[in-house]
């Protein structure tokens, strides 16, 4: 005759489950509820990344007109959709922003109006035409000098519509061509100012005039125009000067 195995009352296993159920959710409770360790006084809470200021340009949105890289640093040419507010932005955003004072001068600006040139003195130059048949032209400089980039602030008027950069005294540094009618006495702009002959006003860094060439019936005539390529050879003193 086979002796039967000794059973467990259900009902006693079924407390022993309940109880165990019990004591892992009292733990549980302890632990989420135990103080949590403060963060020592000088440890600082992780900052949040910077965000970029958005550029505006005349109360709005700007939009790029052109790009450039001199000197291993970006610059931006930018303005707002009526013509009327321009930026240049220089150095990877948010950079550093000047706002062009030729802006306010009527000019029309686009993908072409932004010119640099590396050197001693990396040096960017902003033109713009002016004037219903686009005969004028003015331009602005921003020049860098150890690291830090400046606007002079000085616009440079070319009534003969051609405004360029170029080391016309071989010193490294870039100097600004202006070419201009040789129309003393008439205003420029007039029929009788826009007769006369041409000439190219050299001028440094610092707004100082160079000196001119001799005179040329048109724009074209200059070596390398629309660039115009001139050397020290090529200037005498301006007429009037």
């Given at each position: 005759?086979?002796?039967?195995?000794?059973?467990?009352?259900?009902?006693?296993?079924?407390?022993?489950?309940?109880?165990?159920?019990?004591?892992?959710?009292?733990?549980?409770?302890?632990?989420?509820?135990?103080?949590?360790?403060?963060?020592?006084?000088?440890?600082?809470?992780?900052?949040?990344?910077?965000?970029?200021?958005?550029?505006?340009?005349?109360?709005?949105?700007?939009?790029?007109?052109?790009?450039?890289?001199?000197?291993?640093?970006?610059?931006?040419?930018?303005?707002?959709?009526?013509?009327?507010?321009?930026?240049?932005?220089?150095?990877?955003?948010?950079?550093?922003?000047?706002?062009?004072?030729?802006?306010?001068?009527?000019?029309?600006?686009?993908?072409?109006?932004?010119?640099?040139?590396?050197g001693a003195a990396p040096t960017c130059l902003v033109r713009g035409d002016v004037g219903d048949r686009g005969t004028a032209a003015y331009g602005e400089l921003l020049v860098a000098s150890g690291g830090v980039w400046r606007a002079p602030g000085k616009p440079y008027f070319a009534d003969a519509g051609t405004l360029s950069l170029y080391d016309v005294t071989a010193?490294?540094?870039?100097?600004?061509?202006?070419?201009?009618?040789?129309?003393?006495?008439?205003?420029?702009?007039?029929?009788?100012?826009?007769?006369?002959?041409?000439?190219?006003?050299?001028?440094?860094?610092?707004?100082?005039?160079?000196?001119?060439?001799?005179?040329?019936?048109?724009?074209?005539?200059?070596?390398?125009?629309?660039?115009?390529?001139?050397?020290?050879?090529?200037?005498?003193?301006?007429?009037?000067?």
């Amino acid at each position: 005759m086979r002796t039967s195995a000794a059973r467990t009352p259900r009902s006693a296993l079924l407390t022993a489950v309940l109880a165990a159920v019990v004591t892992v959710g009292a733990i549980a409770v302890v632990f989420l509820l135990r103080p949590r360790p403060e963060a020592p006084a000088d440890v600082a809470e992780p900052a949040a990344a910077p965000v970029s200021p958005v550029v505006t340009c005349g109360g709005g949105p700007c939009r790029q007109l052109a790009a450039m890289t001199v000197g291993g640093t970006p610059v931006v040419l930018l303005a707002d959709a009526a013509g009327g507010s321009a930026r240049v932005r220089v150095g990877p955003e948010p950079g550093t922003v000047f706002e062009l004072s030729i802006a306010q001068l009527g000019v029309r600006l686009d993908q072409n109006s932004l010119r640099c040139i590396d050197g001693a003195a990396p040096t960017c130059l902003v033109r713009g035409d002016v004037g219903d048949r686009g005969t004028a032209a003015y331009g602005e400089l921003l020049v860098a000098s150890g690291g830090v980039w400046r606007a002079p602030g000085k616009p440079y008027f070319a009534d003969a519509g051609t405004l360029s950069l170029y080391d016309v005294t071989a010193d490294g540094r870039p100097d600004v061509i202006v070419v201009r009618h040789d129309c003393h006495g008439a205003e420029p702009g007039t029929s009788q100012c826009d007769a006369a002959p041409v000439l190219g006003q050299v001028y440094d860094l610092t707004g100082k005039s160079v000196g001119c060439t001799r005179r040329y019936t048109a724009p074209s005539d200059l070596r390398g125009w629309p660039d115009i390529r001139l050397t020290r050879a090529d200037l005498r003193t301006c007429p009037g000067s």
